[in-house]
Structure formats: structure tokens, C-alpha cells
């Protein structure tokens, strides 16, 4: 198992070096795990001039997986576009060619407290949103602003999607419900948007490949309605860029900790690149206080998805419940009455779980 291990800017590091941690004990214990480092972001730009060096993404499309922790800093802000730290994530995603984004939106019961809706809503909630990532309106042609012949300007976006897109990212979807608990949510506008009349049919289609797993449609705005009403009634949500992009940013502050939430980026083959679904908090970077889970559990992903190693992931899995379980506490989840832990606390505590 090759892994480019990306670590990146602001926290990225530290909760980096918690993830590795968890890949060293592995190793240990006899996975043959080689890990690999390259600057991504602000760091590939300090070493390289460049927020992805070809290096980088050279060692990356070589890897089976990429470790990624966060990309970001304010201090980049005044560079040109194209040398800033986000535009080295577009590339990598490009580069590797990520259709697939997999954002799972999980709450510990004992951390029902931590969001902000009402915890017999959220407490137990476990749902998989699976995102379009590389098409849509938001790379359709045409695109642009011009100007009209009575000199008004206007803006043109193209929705777009044809069947092989659709099919590619829908199977994505149905693979991982039927690891799951075997329903897809189709998320569409089929009532007004002849692009995704034809997600929905490409979608029902597909369906017949999979008997187990039960389909069901949504339009989007009863979906953004109904992530906050019942988040509970959903197994895997799957959908294109644009609704993806908003509904798993919803959903993820069901949990109300962004420092809990991993994520997977896939290909075809299930090459993936995997980081935490927050940026690079420069407000606590090297302080230490950082919370390291969701980097953790996107190396759980890791096993799941690209290296089909259901016991690893479990392995990981269990040992996050059991340090939650035993009061372990970052300052962002921190409550009375549970134990306050450092960033690399918390990976220690990780490890010594497994
Ligand atoms: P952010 O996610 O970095 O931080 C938002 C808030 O959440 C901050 O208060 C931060 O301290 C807190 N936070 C985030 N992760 C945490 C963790 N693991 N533990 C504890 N607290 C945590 O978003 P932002 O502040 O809007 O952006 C900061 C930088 O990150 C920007 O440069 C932005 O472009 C970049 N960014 C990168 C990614 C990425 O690499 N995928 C994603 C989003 C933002």
C-alpha cells in the first residue's frame, strides 16, 4: 500500500502526524504500508514556487493513496490565483482525476450535544452524501460574463451531464449502499431541469444492476428541508456538484464538529485521495490543540474504499468510538465533565485504543 502523505498548511502537520501514528501501528502489526512525504498548498509554494509541484503530483498519481491534511494560510491570499494554496487542491483533484466525493456525516451519541439541532434528531445519524466532483455547471460550457448588444452584462453557467457521467457516479453510490444499510436518495430538480430528468433516469436505470439497495428520488429543496427535519431517514444520499456542494456542507453541521468529519475523493478504480472535510484552521495551527479525528478516520476511509480492508477500517473505527467513548475530548468538542486532550494526546490515545 503506497501512501503520498500530503500534509499541507496551518494544522495540516499536526493532525498529519496523528494520522501517521495510526498507519505506523498498522505497519507494526504487519500491513505493508510505504509512506511517502511531498509539500502541497503554501508549503508546495515555499518549496517549490508552486501550490502543487509536479513532484507532488507525480509521487501522488504514482501512490495507491493520498493522505492529504489541509492546504490554506492568509499570509497567500495577496499571491496571483494560480500560485495560491486552495488552487494546488483543485489541481491534485484534476490531476487524479476525483470524480467521486464521499462525505459521510456521522454523530457519536456522545457528542449529540455538540450540534445545534435537537440531539433525538441527530443523535445516531450516520448518512453518506456521494458527490459529483468534476462535472456540472460548475465546468459546463459556455460559461463567462458578456456583454449585450443594449450593453448589459450577463453571466452564463452551463448545467450539464451526460449518461456515461451520471452512470459512473451513480454506481459509486449503489456500491457503498450496498456496504451499508442498502438505500440510495437520488437528489434532483427532475420537475424543472431537463439535465437532471436525466440523472433520474439514468439513476432508475442503474437501479435494476442492484435489486437490494431501494431507490428513492428527492427534488433538492425538499432534501435541504428534510437533512434538518429527519437527517435520520437517509442511508446514501448521492448527487451532482452543484446540490452536493450545499447539501454536504448541511449536512456536515448536523454533527456541529467539523473536526470529526473525513472524506474521500475517488477514481475509478477506487484511487482516492483522503483528508479531513475542514481547511486549515491557521487560528490554532501549531498550538497543538487541533482535532486530529477527522484525519484519523479519513485514513479509516482509506482501508474501506481503496484497499477493500474492512477490518482495518473497523479497527480504526472502534478505536475512535472508544476514546469518545471514554470522555477524550479536543477543545472544539470539549464539554463539562470530559477530559480536555492536546492534538497529539489525542493520537496517542487512538493508537493505544487499537
Ligand atoms: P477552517 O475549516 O480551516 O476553519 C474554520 C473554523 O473551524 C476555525 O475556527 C478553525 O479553528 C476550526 N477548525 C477547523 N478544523 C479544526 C480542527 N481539526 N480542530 C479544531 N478546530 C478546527 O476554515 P477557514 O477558517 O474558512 O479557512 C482557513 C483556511 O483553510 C483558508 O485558507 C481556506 O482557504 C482553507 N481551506 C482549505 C480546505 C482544504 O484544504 N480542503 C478546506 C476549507 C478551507
Redesign the pocket.
Known amino acids: 500500500m503506497k501512501i503520498a502523505v500530503l500534509p ?1 498548511d ?2 495540516g502537520p499536526e ?1 498529519v502526524a496523528q494520522a501517521v501514528k495510526v498507519l505506523d501501528r498498522l505497519k507494526a502489526d504487519g500491513l505493508k504500508i510505504e509512506m511517502e512525504y511531498a509539500p502541497i ?1 503554501g508549503a508546495g509554494y515555499e518549496a517549490a514556487g508552486d501550490p502543487l509541484p509536479e513532484a507532488t503530483l507525480k509521487l501522488s498519481q504514482e501512490a495507491d493513496a493520498v493522505l ?1 491534511g ?5 499570509k497567500y491570499d495577496t499571491l496571483p490565483r494560480d500560485q495560491r ?2 488552487r494546488g ?1 483543485l489541481r491534485i483533484r484534476k490531476g487524479l482525476n476525483l470524480f467521486a466525493n464521499l462525505r459521510p456525516a456521522l454523530l457519536y451519541p456522545e457528542l449529540a450535544s455538540a450540534s445545534t439541532l435537537k440531539p433525538e434528531v441527530v443523535s445516531g445519524l450516520d448518512l453518506m452524501i456521494v458527490r459529483e466532483l468534476t462535472g456540472d455547471i460548475y465546468f459546463g460550457q459556455p460559461r463567462g460574463i458578456s456583454t449585450l448588444e443594449n450593453g448589459e452584462r450577463e453571466g452564463i453557467n452551463t448545467m450539464r451531464y451526460n449518461e456515461s457521467e451520471i452512470r459512473r457516479i451513480g454506481r459509486v453510490a449503489f456500491d457503498i449502499a450496498m456496504k451499508r444499510n442498502k438505500k440510495v436518495c437520488s437528489v434532483d430538480k427532475a420537475n424543472v431541469l431537463e439535465t437532471t430528468e436525466l440523472w433520474r433516469q439514468v439513476m432508475i436505470e442503474l437501479a435494476k444492476e442492484y435489486p437490494e439497495v431501494e431507490l428513492s428520488h428527492m427534488y433538492v429543496d425538499n432534501a435541504a428541508m428534510q437533512l434538518v427535519r429527519a437527517p435520520k431517514q437517509f442511508d446514501v444520499m448521492v448527487t451532482g456538484n452543484i446540490f452536493g456542494d450545499i447539501l454536504s456542507d448541511e449536512a456536515s453541521m448536523l454533527t456541529g464538529s ?2 470529526m468529519l473525513p472524506s474521500a475523493s475517488l477514481d475509478a478504480n477506487n484511487k482516492g485521495m483522503y ?2 472535510s ?7 495551527a501549531g498550538k497543538d ?4 479525528l ?1 484525519t484519523i478516520l479519513s485514513v479509516a476511509m482509506m482501508f474501506k474504499y481503496t484497499f477493500n480492508d474492512e477490518a482495518s477500517f473497523n479497527r480504526i473505527d472502534n478505536a475512535v468510538k472508544k476514546v469518545i467513548a471514554a470522555g477524550y475530548r ?3 468538542i470539549w464539554t463539562e465533565g470530559t477530559q480536555k486532550t492536546s492534538c497529539s494526546a489525542m493520537g496517542d490515545a487512538v493508537v493505544s485504543a487499537l
Open positions: 499541507g496551518g494544522i493532525i498548498g492529504l489541509a492546504v490554506g494560510d492568509w494554496p486552495e487542491l467539523i473536526g483528508e479531513p475542514h481547511g486549515s484552521a491557521p487560528d490554532i490543540v487541533a482535532n486530529p477527522a479536543t477543545a472544539d
